[in-house]
């Protein structure tokens, strides 16, 4: 499985960014894909995901400002996040993560345990 980021960049606080990634390579039906985010300093944090039934859990930081969503195209699943009011706290490396025979809980993304990972995008807030 080969996950490939784009979207991310830099915004005033505020403002909104779109951040897709691509899951290629993709066999089994059952999965889960989602978004961490890595600030300097600071653990990598779970923000995002959404399983294969359609399943969604975000963390508390981003509840009602950042939006996932899915579709597929070209034989790859194509997972979004669409992230809105952007917060200077925001600035962060964001990684695309996906696993396999994976249902999204209240759980999922607390711990980093994915098992495909894409090389992540910068996204700076500034104030």
């Known amino acids: 499985v080969q996950l490939m980021e784009s979207g991310g960049g830099s915004v005033q606080s505020g403002g909104s960014l779109r951040l897709s990634c691509a899951a290629s390579g993709h066999t089994y039906s059952t999965y889960c894909m989602g978004w961490f985010r890595e600030a300097s300093g600071k653990e990598r944090e779970g923000i995002a995901f959404i399983d294969s039934d359609g399943r969604i859990r975000y963390a508390d930081s981003v509840k009602d400002r950042f939006t996932i969503s899915q579709h597929n195209a070209n034989a790859a699943n194509i997972v979004d996040l669409q992230m809105n009011s952007l917060k200077p706290e925001g600035t962060a490396m964001y990684y695309c993560?996906?696993?396999?025979?994976?249902?999204?809980?209240?759980?999922?993304?607390?711990?980093?345990?994915?098992?495909?990972w894409g090389q992540g995008t910068q996204v700076t807030v500034s104030s």
């Open positions: 993560a996906a696993d396999d025979f994976c249902s999204v809980t209240a759980d999922t993304g607390k711990n980093p345990d994915f098992g495909y």
